[in-house]
Protein backbone atom coordinates (compact mmCIF):
# COMPACT_ATOMS: atom_id res chain seq x y z
CA UNK A 1 0.00 0.00 0.00
CA UNK A 2 1.44 3.10 -1.24
CA UNK A 3 2.12 5.71 2.05
CA UNK A 4 -0.36 8.30 0.88
CA UNK A 5 -3.23 5.91 1.44
CA UNK A 6 -1.99 4.30 4.71
CA UNK A 7 -2.08 8.18 5.61
CA UNK A 8 -5.24 8.58 4.40
CA UNK A 9 -6.86 5.60 6.57
CA UNK A 10 -5.31 6.36 9.35
CA UNK A 11 -6.67 9.54 9.67
CA UNK A 12 -10.22 8.60 9.04
CA UNK A 13 -10.17 5.61 11.22
CA UNK A 14 -8.54 8.44 13.95
CA UNK A 15 -11.70 10.75 12.85
CA UNK A 16 -14.32 7.82 13.54
CA UNK A 17 -12.65 6.34 16.75
CA UNK A 18 -12.61 9.75 18.53
CA UNK A 19 -16.31 10.13 17.25
CA UNK A 20 -17.05 6.54 18.72
CA UNK A 21 -15.31 7.58 21.73
CA UNK A 22 -16.82 11.11 22.19
CA UNK A 23 -20.14 9.57 21.63
CA UNK A 24 -19.95 6.26 24.17
CA UNK A 25 -17.52 7.79 26.84
CA UNK A 26 -16.80 11.72 26.84
CA UNK A 27 -17.44 14.43 24.78
CA UNK A 28 -14.21 16.05 25.54
CA UNK A 29 -12.80 13.20 22.72
CA UNK A 30 -14.00 15.51 20.17
CA UNK A 31 -11.28 17.37 20.80
CA UNK A 32 -8.81 14.21 18.97
CA UNK A 33 -11.44 14.72 16.20
CA UNK A 34 -10.10 18.93 16.08
CA UNK A 35 -6.49 17.51 16.35
CA UNK A 36 -6.71 15.36 12.97
CA UNK A 37 -8.55 17.39 11.12
CA UNK A 38 -6.19 20.40 12.11
CA UNK A 39 -3.33 18.64 11.13
CA UNK A 40 -4.88 17.79 7.30
CA UNK A 41 -5.49 20.98 6.97
CA UNK A 42 -2.00 22.18 7.53
CA UNK A 43 -0.49 19.52 5.85
CA UNK A 44 -2.38 20.58 3.05
CA UNK A 45 -0.86 23.97 3.39
CA UNK A 46 3.08 23.57 4.35
CA UNK A 47 3.12 19.61 2.80
CA UNK A 48 5.05 18.60 6.12
CA UNK A 49 2.82 15.51 7.50
CA UNK A 50 3.72 14.90 11.10
CA UNK A 51 2.04 11.03 10.41
CA UNK A 52 4.04 10.96 7.37
CA UNK A 53 7.14 11.27 9.10
CA UNK A 54 6.27 8.49 11.77
CA UNK A 55 5.63 5.96 9.26
CA UNK A 56 8.22 6.83 7.20
CA UNK A 57 10.44 5.78 10.21
CA UNK A 58 8.35 2.64 10.88
CA UNK A 59 9.00 2.00 6.94
CA UNK A 60 5.43 1.74 6.10
CA UNK A 61 5.27 2.23 2.27
CA UNK A 62 9.07 1.42 1.59
CA UNK A 63 9.51 -0.49 -1.60
CA UNK A 64 9.41 -4.00 -1.25
CA UNK A 65 12.36 -5.89 -2.14
CA UNK A 66 10.49 -8.27 -3.41
CA UNK A 67 8.63 -6.39 -5.95
CA UNK A 68 10.22 -6.41 -9.49
CA UNK A 69 11.30 -3.07 -10.56
CA UNK A 70 9.19 -1.36 -13.82
CA UNK A 71 12.82 0.18 -14.58
CA UNK A 72 14.10 -1.28 -18.08
Do not use: D, Y
Not at 2 to 21: D, H
Not at 36 to 60: D, R
Request: with cysteine; charged share 10%.
Amino acid sequence: MKLENVIRALAGTMILTSLALAHFVHPNWIWLTVFVGANLLQSAFTGFCPAETMLKKLGVGACCPATPSTKS
